[in-house]
């Protein structure tokens, strides 16, 4: 990591506009991904997340899907806008981070401790969303600007086809990145006071 922990959190943005290119080798992205998947934690230390990493032909395909899929169900007159922000925001970009969470795990969990079923489903979430953010900051470290998109679960059958996924695989999220083509509007930040509550 080229800048601090905090550095890259507060680096981490949602970045839109796209373009193709790409700052570092392919090898250091799926180094990435690999090492969040293997460090991030999890309940029970269940490692539920599955992820798959698109890149060239294969991320583009993935943006394809996701247009045609949504073409057959959005009013012509509003998929020209929905078709501009795929081509400009995910489909321009370098590569796309799929994010799965196998319910096969979660199922066995909640046999084994029935105590706590109805929580697994939600802390699997969770344990998503942590990887999420971790490969969303690693990736923007290294150079890239990523958003966090949700088209599932409209692309799902086709993505699954398309990749040979697993039935037992959910997918929560995906994640487009490329290089930045313009920068994130100003955050608005709501007062910390209200949000964070400290006794001592
Ligand atoms: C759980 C979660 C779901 C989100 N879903 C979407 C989404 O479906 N589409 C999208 O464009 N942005 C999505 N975002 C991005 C947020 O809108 C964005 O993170 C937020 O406005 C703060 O802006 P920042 O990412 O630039 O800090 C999501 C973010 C989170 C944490």
Redesign the pocket.
Known sequence: MRRSFNEALEH???YYALSSQSPVSDKEIEDVVKFAVKHVPSAFNSQSARVVLLLGDNHKKLWNITKDTLHKIVPEETFKNTEAKIDNCFLSGYGTVLYYEDQDVVKNLQEKFSLYADNFPVWSEQAS?MHQLAIWTMLEDLGFGA????YNPLIDAEVAKQWDIPANWKLIGEMPFGMPASE?DK?EFNPIEDRVKIYK
């Open positions: 981490r943005r949602t969303g958003s966090l998109q949700h994130p955050k």
